[in-house]
């Protein structure tokens, strides 16, 4: 579709936050699931030379990808759709900061839990201990940032660092009931934004 935006992502992954992303805009735009055979991923490969999900092709045709940047340019390519705080503000300066956080520690941490055998050179040898220390970290992480809820995590206006949050802790291995209960503003914060008409579409596509 030209004009509009290609998501490339998978059920259940990152792609999430930024498809809850573009229907919080209105934009246009097209999902596509990325098999795992590896002609799909060669494929993907040439769009995200990571080869990880999500990527995202723009409407004049570049793509991009690492899920903080993408959330953080569509907050402002569309500013009337209030995804962030405007530029340049001490709120934006906040925004970001989370932002990376969620990243660089929350999404960094939940990859080592999942993927933890690539994290040594033993591959699966290491892996219980690596998931041990990476869901350790996890939490460690997500109670930081539940500190500053309130409901959401720049105070009273939403922004899609609560989506991504949202996303990253229903990543919890384990029992979520759990953690709301260790974090309860977290578990508020979780139904705030599971409620919203974006999210509600965006979970029941990834569910399907
Ligand atoms: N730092 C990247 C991480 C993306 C990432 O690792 N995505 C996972 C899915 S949630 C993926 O593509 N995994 C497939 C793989 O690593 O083989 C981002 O924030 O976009």
Same mark, same amino acid.
Request: aromatic share 8%.
């Given at each position: ?28 735009? *097209? ?28 409407? /004049? ?55 933890? /055998? ?7 040898? $290491? ?9 350790? $970290? ?8 539940? *500190? ?26 384990? /029992? ?26 965006? *979970?029941? $596509?990834?569910?399907?």
């Amino acid at each position: 579709m030209a004009n509009s935006y290609t998501l490339y992502g998978r059920q259940g992954s990152g792609s999430l936050v930024v498809q809850a992303a573009l229907e919080e805009i209105g934009a246009p735009y *097209e999902r596509i699931w990325v098999a795992r055979e590896p002609a799909a991923l060669a494929r993907l490969r040439e769009l995200n030379p990571t080869g990880r999900v999500p990527a995202l092709r723009l409407p /004049d045709g570049s793509f991009m990808f690492e899920s903080a940047a993408i959330l953080i340019h569509l907050a402002a390519a569309h500013p009337a759709a209030h995804l962030a705080p405007p530029v340049g503000t001490s709120a934006h300066a906040r925004f970001l900061q989370w932002v990376v956080y969620l990243s660089a520690n929350v999404y960094e941490s939940v990859l080592r839990i999942y993927y933890a /055998d690539r994290y040594s050179t033993r591959g699966p040898a $290491d892996a219980e201990p690596i998931a041990a220390q990476a869901t350790a $970290d996890y939490h460690a992480h997500l109670g930081l940032i539940s *500190e500053a809820l309130d409901p959401y995590v720049l105070g009273a206006e939403y922004s899609v660092a609560d989506a991504y949050l949202h996303m990253l802790a229903g990543w919890c291995p384990g /029992d979520r009931g759990q953690l709301h209960a260790r974090l309860p503003q977290l578990g508020r914060h979780s139904a705030l934004v599971a409620a919203r008409p974006a999210m509600l579409k965006v *979970e029941a $596509d990834h569910a399907a």
